[in-house]
């Protein structure tokens, strides 16, 4: 653990130096080719009476310079095209609009950025621990459908219809399993839908700017959640398939896995926290499945922080640390840039460092060392 530690830090501490090195060299530095062509241009863009913006004044002012020295004539259109280009140039390019002067890494864009970075992080935590939660649950739930020995509900529908008894009954229950069906379809191409997708579908109703519309798409949205439901359904598979489990049913601990029988699970057993299933073999899979599972937390971590980039970036969803990356990069404001980059990666770091040192104690408990 120490060894793990130690290379944690480490990396923080090249990051750091790096990141320092980084702004002290661009770090609100001019764009100094830009000030050079402005200080160039400046004492025709201020010639009294002549509106350069207007082409019958370049044209008259042309005509002035051709007149005082007519063997420059290319090198006076040469400076009309650079003048003209600079006039154009202060209504498309974005690093001399307002705000684009805000350069470096002053007090005031400080704090504006800590604001924006303290509610990304919030944000980062409700979503992950949340899809955390809705992933294993999910798994759970696909497990323990398994071990009841139930098949599709495409597949149960077909049965009940050709099922003996009568007809409106077998109706009415396949009618129920196809309803479910289509649900459970419906809801996992929402999952699977990208986040961009989503917003924009009801961006017309909803306010994209909330908390709360943040954590619901970072949740529902690029899979993150049938993605590790898929992996901790694969890790419950292999659980059950190991000899403990045979040595925990010998030991009279239960193998029930139908809802609400003495012996059995209860759906209440699977949606609280903590999750324990006491006397009943789920027990000690669960535990085991979740123990090796959290390696992978510290993928979907950096999964989901990609995630929440993306949203605020494609969304524009103005006031949001990811949103105002996208705005350091196009004003060219590196040293921000630079911060908001080294911001996140501190964070996937700490949620790494979270994780082994859980990871770290839990291992005591099974090895009885703690």
Known sequence: MRRLII?????????????????????GRPDEDHLAREAA???????PGIDLTQASDRALLREAMNVARPDSVRAHEALLTAIQQELQSRFTDPTQKTGADDRGLTGPVLRRLGGMYLQFIVVYVIVLGLSFYASQTLALFRFVH??????????????????????????????????????????????????YVIGYAVKTNVDMDSFLFMVVLGIVSNGLVITNANAFTTLLMAESRKGYVDTALVKNLS????????GGLTLRSLLVLPRRFPGHVLDHIYRNAQHQYLPALKMQASFLITGLIIIEMALNIQG???????????????AQSAAIVFGIFLLVKLTEIAVDVYRYREGLRYDNRH
């Not at 193998?255 to 003495?262: K, L």
């Open 255 to 262: 193998g029930i896995y139908a809802w609400n029988v003495p």
């Open 320 to 334: 949001h640390l990811c949103y105002e990356l996208l705005q350091t990069l196009l004003y060219k404001h590196h």
């Open 41 to 47: 241009l400046a004492p025709y863009l201020r010639i």
């Open 7 to 27: 290379e944690h830090i480490s990396s923080i501490l090249v990051v750091t130096i790096l990141f320092v090195a980084a702004v002290s060299f661009v770090g």
């Open 146 to 195: 398994f071990k009841q020995g139930r098949g599709s509900y495409l597949k149960e529908a077909w049965q009940s219809l050709q099922a003996s008894g009568g007809a409106a009954r077998r109706a009415g229950r396949s009618a129920r399993l196809l309803g479910v069906a289509l649900l459970k379809g419906g809801a996992y191409t929402l999952l699977f839908a990208p986040a």
